[in-house]
């Protein structure tokens, strides 16, 4: 049911396929055909009715079939149809995602899902939108689209798969490379500083902002399951393994051996605790975060500092995002979660004001309103 627009002879990238599949009628909220069959209702709805019947052409173990797996389990949960549903994205190996998706999908172009998501959300407000991008999709030539959709605060949910290589041209590196990073257009080592996601969604003014690992499955799920119900821009940050071009590059912290000593798992009014035995904290001194022991000098949790998702002055959550190993555990979790009037809701409240002042509109009489000119 995905639409795409990459190519000109309907081939999308993905094998014979064409790009604009069977899609369903929107006319029945209760269930719709696809392919002959009747979806069930949204509350009867399982992971099976989210898969499509395409071919899914990722590399063998690559950290995106967690991510779309998760995605498809929460889909159900969500209790929403599925032809109010759709899936943007951009151009890179997370760009496929639509096409796996059994619901409405857009394969656009580089950089500008998040153009595509605005012009759909702002036409129509009821659908669940959702970008699918990619490190170099998202931060690179579609940073300034990055950074505008979530100012604006549009209700959509914006997943960034950072695995932090070019993967699908095959090894370049990326904004969020690492500094001195060798790869195929770097042989000496990048001289670039890596761009930091999510403190760029929080200096944006994001309003709900999250991390996740694709091999951690239970926090995954429950991460886009928080997203996914947040009424404004939702941006998840999913550290994802490319094992061909970038293989085991989060291994140092989300290796399942290590990861108790080096992730911090936040949760909205816990004290901040890690490690294999749950002595480690972070609490503040004066104006910064450090790592401290418990039952060490007198140390209690009483002492460490405690999460919030919901305060309104972004600090603390951009604080804990620059937070980074190996001085730091890897936090993972909601950073913020804060409510504030949405885009789309403020747009049409200004059409219904010049409509209530001025009337519906005729557009011919617009264009033919005022001085004119003849052009001969």
């Not at 090894?171 to 000496?188: D, H, I, N, V």
């Not at 999913?238 to 590059?249: E, G, K, P, S």
């Not at 901040?272 to 904290?281: A, E, P, S, T, V």
Request: some cysteine; glycine content about 10%; hydrophobic content about 40%.
């Amino acid at each position: 049911m995905s639409t795409g627009s990459n190519g000109s002879n309907g081939s999308s990238g993905n094998g014979n396929k064409p790009i604009v599949e069977e899609a369903f009628s929107a006319d029945n909220e209760v269930g719709s055909a696809v392919s002959g069959k009747i979806a069930p209702p949204p509350g009867q709805m399982k992971k099976a009715d989210f898969v499509s019947d395409q071919e899914v052409r990722w590399c063998p173990g690559c950290g995106d079939y967690a991510i779309l797996n998760n995605v498809q389990k929460v889909m159900p949960e969500l209790g929403i149809p599925r032809e109010k549903i759709v899936f943007v994205s951009g151009i890179g190996c997370s760009s496929r995602f639509p096409y796996y998706m059994n619901t409405y999908g857009f394969h656009s172009i580089h950089g500008r899902a998040p153009a595509i998501a605005t012009g759909i959300k702002c036409a129509n407000p009821d659908l669940s939108v959702w970008v699918i991008t990619g490190d170099g999709d998202a931060l690179s030539i579609g940073g300034n689209h990055f950074i505008h959709a979530i100012r604006r605060n549009l209700d959509i949910n914006y997943i960034l798969f950072n695995n932090r290589i070019y993967g699908l041209t095959k090894g370049q590196y990326s904004p969020t490379s690492e500094l001195g990073k060798k790869t195929k257009s770097t042989p000496m080592g990048t001289i670039d500083y890596p761009i930091n996601p999510l403190s760029l969604a929080i200096a944006s003014e994001a309003t709900f902002v999250a991390r996740s690992i694709d091999i951690d499955v239970k926090h995954l799920g429950s991460v886009v399951e928080a997203a996914a119900k947040h009424k404004g821009i939702s941006f998840i940050e999913v550290y994802q393994n490319c094992n061909i071009f970038n293989d085991h590059a989060f291994d140092y912290f989300a290796e399942r051996s290590v990861r108790s000593d080096n992730v911090l798992y936040l949760e909205d009014g816990k004290p901040m605790i890690f490690g294999k035995d749950r002595n480690k904290g972070i609490r503040m001194n004066g104006a910064h975060p450090e790592v401290v022991t418990i039952g060490e000098n007198g140390i209690t949790e009483a002492d460490l500092l405690v999460h919030d998702v919901n305060l309104a002055d972004p600090s603390v959550a951009f604080m804990l995002a620059r937070m980074e190993q190996p001085n730091f555990p890897q936090p993972v979790g909601i950073f913020r979660a804060v409510q504030r009037s949405t885009y789309e809701h403020l747009l049409l409240d200004q059409i219904d004001a010049a409509i209530a002042k001025s009337g519906p509109g005729d557009l011919a009489k617009l264009i033919n309103a005022g001085d004119t000119w003849i052009v001969e």
